[in-house]
């Protein structure tokens, strides 16, 4: 019967020599990776948001002004780098190879100013007294679980936004970049921009000073 | 087989990833309003996430061209995603619960 099939039968989407989902392998292998990577940060993100509700004297150190406009300053870079981005997309499926390095080159400046936003608050926090084991102690009582959750989830995103500035930097530098590169590069780029839609929500704006 | 995809995304044009990129600045300008609101912690979750996630969603369907991939593509992917992600919340109730049984302490 396998034989069968093996002979000349092999025509439907299902019975090999075909692409079921009309993606190269690379393309879908990058879409797993999200998928995976998605529910990793989901789990850090749901274990954050348990130890933030029942949490009742969690800190609220973020001022509005200047660490929250801060904030939105750099989910501003990050959108913005998500627009380039599709930019070069865009200009590698028309074949135009100097749009596509100008366009990914704009998207490494996004993503940069937004690590260096991003460490500069760190520094700040740092500076504050804020380590992964515990709050300063003008904050109130030590909460722990600020320290850790904050440090844990930015860090990683900030890892995640590193590695995605080096990748597109390779795949502007090689020559042999096919249009199937750009676009996987583009997914994996795009998915650090969705990560941090929600890491900014949960973590700057559910802890701002009241007034 | 790329080329004929890669064709529909061109069509697509430059005019629409504009339009996805104004509504993602604006969604986020209404999130930062709402922390300056600051509503109480569980309406604020509720609204912060269902914005987060139409922003999601316009990510996911346009940037990461999700609407022009193959309808089989679509349903291997995001399904097991929104399960896995949902039961999550399955936390969420205990975490009701440790936070009533201090304020009883």
Avoid at chain 1, 17 to 43: E, I, N, Q, R
């Amino acid at each position: 019967m396998s034989q069968a099939a093996a002979e000349g039968t092999a025509t439907g989407s299902w019975s090999g020599g075909a692409s079921p989902y009309k993606v190269g392998h690379k393309k879908l292998g990058m879409w797993l990776f999200v998928l995976s990577d998605s529910l990793t940060f989901s789990a850090l993100l749901f274990g954050y948001s348990y130890v933030r509700i029942a949490t009742p004297n969690w800190p609220k150190p973020f001022a509005f002004y200047p660490s929250v406009i801060y904030a939105t300053v750099m989910t501003a870079c990050l959108l913005s780098s998500s627009l380039t981005m599709v930019m070069a997309v865009n200009a590698s499926a028309k074949g135009n190879r100097a749009g596509v390095v100008k366009w990914i080159i704009g998207t490494i400046i996004g993503g940069s100013a937004f690590l260096i936003l991003h460490i500069r608050e760190w520094m700040h926090l740092i500076d504050e007294g804020m380590t992964p084991a515990g709050t300063p102690a003008e904050w109130g009582p030590n909460v722990p679980l600020f320290g850790g959750t904050f440090f844990t989830i930015t860090g990683l995103h900030m890892f995640h936004v590193l590695t995605g500035v080096i990748y597109l930097a390779v795949i502007a530098a090689r020559k042999k970049s096919t249009h199937e590169d750009v676009e996987i590069c583009g997914l994996y780029w795009h998915f650090v921009d969705l990560v941090w839609m929600f890491v900014f929500p949960l973590i700057y704006l559910l802890s701002i000073k009241p007034n | 087989m790329s080329e004929q995809e890669t064709h529909d995304h061109s069509n697509s044009g430059s005019k629409l990833y504009l339009i996805v990129w104004f509504g993602l600045i604006a969604l986020t300008g209404i999130e930062v309003f709402l922390g300056y609101k600051q509503l109480p912690l569980h309406i604020m979750l509720a609204l912060l996430m269902g914005l987060s996630l139409i922003k999601a969603a316009l990510i996911i369907f346009y940037f990461m061209h999700m609407k022009f991939e193959k309808t089989a593509l679509i349903l291997t992917i995001l399904p097991a995603m929104v399960i896995v992600i949902s039961l999550l919340s399955i936390f969420f109730p205990d975490a009701q619960r440790l936070i009533e049984h201090s304020a009883n302490r």
